[in-house]
């Protein structure tokens, strides 16, 4: 019995190292648990193996103040026990994001979390100096999430072998592959070595590095736990492999407060698995995951049931080449969860349609799904002699919708309260107001969103006898632009221009 | 009996002029009509009071040679028979539009008619210098049809008096109304003054007068037989005054070759009627119309049950802010009818949404509705200190879609064959073919439209073994670049622009 007193941040990562049992499989014959227990919270944990004779345990406490804990399991015949101090958190650590005001999200401490995302689907899979470029574009950009794989990518644009591997094994190689063939491949029949019972804990240890540095510029990983594009057979594993990998990865990666979990990407081409397979593993995911990290399902062709108790927010790819962000209230309204709109095509020149859109048709994509009370996603796929597209790769960011992308961030954060939903104030503009708001009453905030359309000008009739400041918002060249003070019927000239706003706010608001 | 000898061309108007009794009420008392006899076709048909003591008899052949006429009815005691001698068509006369192979139009000869229209909604009541200004600029664009109201129009932009009225009377006159007031406007509590048994054949005469002209330049008029848009009481008349109305328009109009009647702009909501009185009146032009005028129902909210029989094409506003065109071949078929979508927002800058789209906005839409088989109109409206908007006014055009879109209208002119359709070969483009080619035999010509998408190229995979020349299209900058000749797999290389097409055309072709 060895006791120890260690020290922690509120939301950061607890973690003790323990020496166990080596023979046999470690990966499946042996387990570690512990129990944290504070005045605040009781929380068991599952810890996991990582490579040589090394269990660990990892931990994130959500208070304040002394937490007693104590460790066991069949790696080793000891019981450990300590005491952790955990000490407030830092100043940019709110905590794992959570759904707050039904539709729109918050970290745990209450601060308003307005998601801009972006994609690039095995990023952390590069070469460290790719991986470094693509970190410091997104602190750059101000995205606030990144979606990404665990298993390597398959694809167009996508036939260069990863860094590592999630099983310990050999690939069969990617020499042969070329634009022209790669969709002809066939893992089943290629040489693919994998022992599917042991993870390679240096794959995972590195993504873990790069949550832990995305954490660190206020990014969150939404972390894509199955996908369809595959050339090693990780597509489709056996149900047993899949659970095991799914509680490695919860063990892992959960005690992580910036982690997503997005069961998969396009979940209905994957092969094998009807739709009670994804209940099955969202519940394993609602049940096991000890912090209750957000959870969600991408969709290619058709939509995931989003009643599904297990599923916090709907993840969205869209089903429409011409509207996409503006299903976003539909959404909203069906399934009563945020909308975050992952794919709604990216900004590019590639030859495909989903990666082909203007930076001024994705910006009014953006501001659609913002103003619609959504959360829209951004993704680049423009053509790169090297083969560094974004989308998958990360790297430097070569688009015009990244930094109107951040402009529309800084809009969001002005929001009055928590979110902002759509009323029907005009039938030829979209109009937001205020979550809490109710529009009827013509309260306080309020932003009238015009989109390809471009009126000369705009009459109000606000009947309240309220002052109103009014701005003029350019969303393509992010620019703010005071209008004046009016209240009753006041007209706002505009520039006649496409991606015009108006903001009003009441004066003493 | 008097005895006549006439010559005139086929598809022109014959026309003759009796003296008839005046006293009582000519419009309402008498009638005149006249039977029309060839080796060709035998037509009855109805004239009209013209005022002054005239009636008139008009005659539209459809056949060369002689036909014997004779005229009789309640407007004189004398019967009048005369022989009219028809000559070949003018080489620009190719007589009537109809409808040919289900979705598509064609004049009564047989000649290709790809309607690529505008809207003007009362250019006709304006000033003689506004009226030829537009004629010049209808010309110059190269549209083929315009819509225009057979009543004044009072709406926003559109106040002030027209030239003349349809009745007898005098208005209340415009003087108190300004763009804010005049949507509460009554005409039930004003003082407007009109003797609805009596027409004021000027007004016609008038209308007639710009028919011709627009004949004269190749432009069909799309005449709107009813519309909301009211301060005189037109939109409200008596079921009695509307047929009188009809049957003077039907008399008066109907031998112009360039004819087409619309039985209403926004049906549903003009007041006091519903569907069975527009069906009533639709089988009224079907009976009662000698010629057999192309004829349609123009929707605001709700669309007219389009298979009613009396329904020659379908006459679309559309129906969402962000689709329009994209209807196109889902109303095909629906519907199986030609479509014709005579509002899908105009290009300008005034504060409304069905207003204020751009010039790009307005070329897609018409390239989007043009690839599905079907044809987009187009209108401005553009803010101007004389008030003088295209889409009501007529005069200068302003906007840049105009130019495109006579270029459109060339690429339609090259169509094998009569018609394009959509077919489904790519999820990301609109592929038109040939509305005679099954697109599984990959025969001739093809069109992939690539709308708001700007891929860097574009891959084919012909089957065939034929040789395809293959054309790149600019839509915005018009431009027609030859790309080479390729079979099998191959490659297209685009400028990574929206608004782009790929044209096939077999070498053989």
Redesign the interface.
Same mark, same amino acid.
């Given at each position: 019995m060895a006791k120890e007193i260690a020290k922690v941040k509120k939301y950061d990562v607890f973690e003790r190292v323990f020496s166990g049992r080596t023979d046999g499989n470690p990966f499946v014959d042996y387990d570690i648990k512990a129990v944290f227990e504070s005045d605040g919270e009781r929380k068991e944990v599952t810890g996991f193996y990582d490579g040589d004779g090394n269990y660990v345990i990892r931990f994130m406490p959500s208070f304040e103040g002394e937490y007693r804990y104590t460790v066991r399991g069949s790696f080793s015949d000891t019981e450990y026990t300590g005491i952790l101090k955990v000490t407030p958190a830092d100043r940019n650590n709110h905590g794992p994001v959570r759904v707050r005001n039904r539709f729109h999200f918050a970290y745990d401490d209450g601060t308003p979390y307005y998601s801009v995302g972006t994609t690039c689907y095995v990023w952390e899979l590069r070469d460290d100096k790719l991986i470094d470029e693509t970190l410091k574009s997104l602190k750059k950009a101000g995205f606030n999430k990144i979606r990404f794989c665990i298993f390597p990518k398959h694809y167009v644009y996508n036939l260069d072998e990863p860094r590592s591997y999630p099983f310990e094994g050999t690939p069969v190689g990617s020499y042969l592959l070329t634009p022209e063939n790669f969709m002809e491949y066939d893992y089943r029949t290629t040489g693919n070595n994998w022992d599917f019972e042991r993870f390679n804990p240096g794959h995972f240890r590195h993504i873990e590095k790069c949550i832990r540095a995305l954490k660190k510029i206020g990014v969150e990983a939404d972390l894509i736990v199955f996908h369809p594009y595959d050339r090693w057979g990780f597509s489709n594993l056996e149900r047993n492999v899949e659970i095991r990998y799914m509680n490695y990865i919860i063990n892992r990666f959960s005690a992580f407060s910036n982690v997503w979990w997005s069961m998969a990407n396009e979940f209905d081409i994957l092969p094998n698995r009807d739709d009670s397979v994804w209940d099955f593993y969202g519940n394993f995911f609602l049940e096991h995951d000890p912090y209750n990290h957000l959870r969600s399902i991408h969709n290619c062709l058709r939509l995931f049931d989003h009643n599904a108790s297990w599923i916090t927010h709907v993840s969205y790819q869209r089903m429409d +080449?011409?509207?996409t962000a $503006?299903d976003t209230d539909g959404l909203r309204e069906r399934y009563q969860k945020p909308v975050v709109l992952d794919e709604i095509a990216y900004e590019g020149?590639?030859? &495909? *349609? /989903?990666g @082909?859109?203007?930076g001024e $048709?994705m910006v009014r994509r953006f501001w659609e799904g913002a103003m619609r009370g959504g959360y829209p996603g951004h993704g680049e796929t423009f +053509?790169d002699k090297e083969g560094i597209l974004w989308w998958s790769h990360g790297g430097k960011l070569k688009g015009e919708s990244w930094k109107r992308v951040k402009f529309l961030r800084s809009i969001l954060n002005d929001t009055p309260g928590l979110g902002l939903k759509k009323v029907r104030a $005009? /039938? @030829? &503009?979209v109009t937001a107001v205020c979550e809490d708001d109710a529009f009827e009453e013509e309260t306080g905030y309020r932003i009238d969103y =015009?989109s =390809?359309?471009?009126? *000369? =000008?705009? $009459?109000f009739n606000m009947k309240d006898g309220c002052d109103y400041t009014v701005e003029v918002i350019d969303t393509w060249n992010m620019t703010l632009t005071k209008a004046g003070t009016f209240n009753g019927k006041f007209k706002i000239e505009l520039p *006649?221009r496409?991606y015009m706003a108006i903001r009003l706010k009441k004066a003493k608001f």
């Open positions: +080449l011409y509207k $503006e020149n590639i030859q &495909c *349609g /989903w @082909d859109i203007t $048709e +053509l $005009e /039938w @030829d &503009c =015009f =390809f359309m471009r009126p *000369g =000008f705009r $009459e *006649g496409p």
